[in-house]
């Protein structure tokens, strides 16, 4: 049997896509590939984007709407699109990408809920979160726990989110489907040294250096990596600087007095970098620092395996499941351990055998394997709604 996608993506042409977004873009581009689906009627907002990601295609039907907080895109809009845009007779699906959905949700319903951090009761995780961040985590926990239980199918990124979900918002595990991420193929793409050059020139910053992606949000633990890394380098003696992206100016002076300003030299600030920089910047770091405090999956720890960059990341939530045994994991609560990995791994670099490992278990998780469990979710709702359950 043929059916319509309806499918939200009201972020996806946002000017910095992350996380959430770029999953749902890729599965989009995938999603194209299968037979079974006829129409997929895409909810976005603002102009698309040309080159990131495929815009002309027969099956695909955008529905572009002016930029709107996005309560009420989900709530108000985005319900009336659906309804405008549904054909008539014609069997449907509706997937909303992004943890949350409307009240007035339309059914069958699949919801990709990536983690349900936001439900837990931790000053650790939220204290120091942004008005906006707060705002969204208030929003979710609202919104979460009643679409969940309305909708035929649940789509999450790991096992152990699949666990925390079921836990978190009673869910019967039978609902709960799992599609891990993928990884791009831009990220295994070779990286020669001219193009490295060129891409630090741009940047201004010079080899060595250690990559972390840092952001605002508290499960990125921005801090403790800061310091475990200044402690390093000043036991050590290596001359690596440490390279962060994405971290808006606002946030350094929040930085600065949690961290101490000793060795604030040694720290290098870039703005956001797109995939085809960031490849090249895993490329010729000499180590990736993902110690997060929670992850429901941890793509980025993948791409940088992907890329040839030795990886340090935690022994908690879905992290040891991606990473397998292809990162040296450690507590993320812990800076002495953390500083110590750091210097073992600079001074005692992975051998090539290892790295290619590692390349390889990056490689199994594709996008086309994300695409097709999510259209099993898709037949197993339809299939749930025909019999008038969500069993």
């Not at 549904?86 to 059914?107: I, Q, W």
């Not at 990884?183 to 050059?197: A, T």
Request: proline residues 8%; charged residues 20%.
């Amino acid at each position: 049997m043929k059916f319509d996608v309806h499918y939200e993506a009201q972020r996806i042409f946002r000017p910095h896509p992350h996380g959430m977004d770029v999953v749902a873009m890729r599965v989009l581009d995938e999603l194209l590939a299968h037979d079974e689906i006829d129409k997929i009627v895409v909810y976005t907002s603002g102009r698309p984007v040309p080159g990131r990601m495929t815009l002309d295609h027969p099956k695909l039907d955008w529905r572009c709407m002016r930029p709107m907080p996005y309560p009420v895109f989900e709530q108000i809009e985005l319900p009336l699109a659906i309804r405008r845009s549904t054909r008539r007779g014609a069997a449907s699906v509706h997937h909303f990408t992004s943890n949350t959905a409307p009240l007035a949700l339309p059914r069958p319903a699949v919801i990709t809920i990536h983690d349900v951090i936001y439900m837990a009761d931790s000053t650790e995780l939220s204290g120091s979160a942004s008005a906006y961040q707060r705002y969204g985590r208030y929003y979710r926990r609202f919104i979460v726990p009643r679409v969940a239980h309305k909708a035929e199918r649940i789509v999450t990124v790991s096992h152990y989110e699949k666990d925390n979900l079921t836990r978190a918002l009673n869910l019967d595990p039978a609902r709960v489907c799992v599609a891990h991420n993928g990884v791009s193929s831009i990220f295994f793409d070779p990286v020669n040294e001219h193009e490295l050059r060129e891409l630090l020139d741009k940047l201004g910053i010079e080899r060595p250096y250690i990559l972390f992606l840092a952001n605002t949000d508290p499960k990125k633990n921005t801090g403790r990596t800061l310091r475990s890394f200044l402690a390093a380098r000043k036991a050590a003696g290596f001359p690596h600087r440490l390279v962060m992206t994405d971290l808006p100016a606002h946030y350094w002076a929040t930085l600065k007095r949690a961290v101490g300003t000793e060795g604030w030299d040694a720290l290098c600030p870039l703005p956001f970098i797109p995939p085809h920089d960031l490849r090249a910047l895993y490329a010729g770091a000499s180590l990736y620092l993902y110690p997060s405090l929670v992850e429901s999956f941890g793509l980025p720890l993948l791409e940088a395996m992907a890329a040839g960059a030795p990886v340090i990341s935690s022994d908690t939530s879905a992290i040891p499941e991606i990473a397998g045994q292809h990162a040296l994991l450690v507590n993320p609560r812990d800076e002495k351990a953390l500083t110590a990995a750091i210097m073992d791994l600079i001074a005692r670099p992975p051998s090539r055998s290892t790295l290619e490992a590692a390349r390889r278990h990056a490689a199994e998780f594709t996008w086309a394997r994300t695409a097709s469990a999510v259209v099993s979710a898709y037949k197993s709702a339809l299939a749930a709604c025909a019999r008038g359950g969500s069993a």
